[in-house]
């Protein structure tokens, strides 16, 4: 058997993707239960891509009892990404009983296929694979619809998890840094893209009967793998290592010891919180968390989040930036100031360039540049 350029590609592909699994399974300092789920997700990937392979190189016809065998374990990938993304937002997510419901999909599909494929004689087999017009699907049209929803359902599933996490970051840290998990979010979407056109293009040859689409779909996932899907997975790998996800003692929501009703002071806590603001400056340190300024203020992280968002319509990554923005321009402002925009920046407690940028011209409507330029020229 002669293997064209393209499915020569696609292996090369599948096995670089299985020297990631092995490195995610290898030890490592990063914590484990994230790095075996990616390579749990990345197995399923590798079905996909092996199902491709041996459906367009023809092994599937030569050896029966392979086919099929790759959407199975392709099956893996929905519920591994759903529990992957918890599992790198939060540092003490564990596996329990109830996770074990995302391997319906893989169940289901055993089922499916012995009783759809494995479960036929050898000519029925092989009239099967004869009249496949796309790999993994057993040429029904509603199933390559089911197994393709379930996916994207999954991913649509994940990408609301991670949206509603940025909120969480939000009301938590008052620097995001990279714990915005935007190169997960990213990830899904490449997959995302990537069974959609898959569906499209199971459309295409199962309703229309396209001609020649073996050569063109090894092509095509050659291409997604290669360019997307590949480098996005390695990066994925990598990420983590960045961002440990959000600890326990961040999401504690008790009140700070020593505290409670009684002891706190009769002033509002508007006054008390601004009053903070302005003595301590806690908004200057650019690690400064909802705990932290809670326990300024004598009050309990959650009544201080809810305060903000209820009574001040804001999150506190908005209130502290704020405060940040503010001090940024009163220095900016200053003829005699001569310290450069970029210390100014890290000085009001920025850590990053294009977020100053965006919130100042967000809250101005200059640039740092043009704002300080414009009290220069009116001086």
Request: hydrophobic share 45%.
């Amino acid at each position: 058997m002669f293997l064209t350029l393209p499915q020569l590609v696609l292996f090369g592909v599948i096995s670089q993707f299985l020297f990631l699994i092995l490195l995610c399974i290898a030890p490592s300092k990063t914590r484990r239960l994230p790095r075996l789920l990616l390579a749990l997700m990345l197995a399923g990937l590798v079905g996909t891509l092996l199902e491709v392979f041996l459906h367009t190189t023809g092994l599937a016809f030569s050896y029966p009892d392979t086919a099929f065998t790759g959407t199975i374990l392709g099956m893996l990938q929905p519920g591994a990404i759903f529990v992957y993304a918890q599992s790198v937002m939060y540092r003490d997510f564990r596996l329990r009983l109830r996770h074990l419901a995302h391997l319906l999909p893989v169940l289901g599909a055993i089922v499916v296929f012995t009783l759809g494929y494995y479960s036929l004689p050898a000519k029925a087999q092989a009239k099967m694979l004869s009249d496949s017009h796309y790999p993994g699907v057993m040429d029904s049209v509603v199933l390559a619809i089911v197994l393709h929803g379930i996916v994207l359902g999954y991913l649509v599933a994940t990408l609301k998890k991670i949206s509603r996490f940025g909120v969480e970051l939000r009301n938590i840290f008052s620097d995001l840094g990279n714990k915005e998990l935007s190169w997960l979010r990213n990830l899904l979407l490449a997959y995302g893209t990537a069974w959609s056109l898959s569906l499209v293009y199971c459309l295409l040859a199962h309703v229309m009967r396209v001609p020649g689409v073996h050569q063109s779909l090894t092509i095509a996932t050659t291409m997604v793998s290669v360019v997307v899907l590949l480098p996005m997975s390695v990066l994925a790998f990598r990420q983590p290592t960045l961002f440990a996800g959000i600890a326990p003692t961040l999401l504690d929501t008790e009140a700070p010891s020593g505290a409670n009703a009684k002891d706190r002071s009769p002033e509002p806590l508007t006054s008390r919180i601004e009053q903070v603001m302005e003595q301590h400056q806690p908004y200057l340190h650019s690690n400064l968390t909802v705990d932290r300024l809670a326990r300024l203020a004598d009050v309990a992280p959650r009544e201080l989040s809810q305060f903000l968002n209820q009574q001040m319509g804001k999150n506190f990554y908005e209130f502290v930036n704020g405060y940040r923005i503010e001090h940024a321009r009163r220095r900016l402002a200053d003829p005699a100031e001569t310290t450069t925009i970029t210390d100014i920046m890290y000085e009001s407690g920025f850590n990053s360039k294009s977020v100053f940028n965006t919130l100042f011209r967000k809250t101005t409507g200059k640039t740092p540049s043009q704002y300080r330029h414009s009290f220069a020229n009116n001086g």
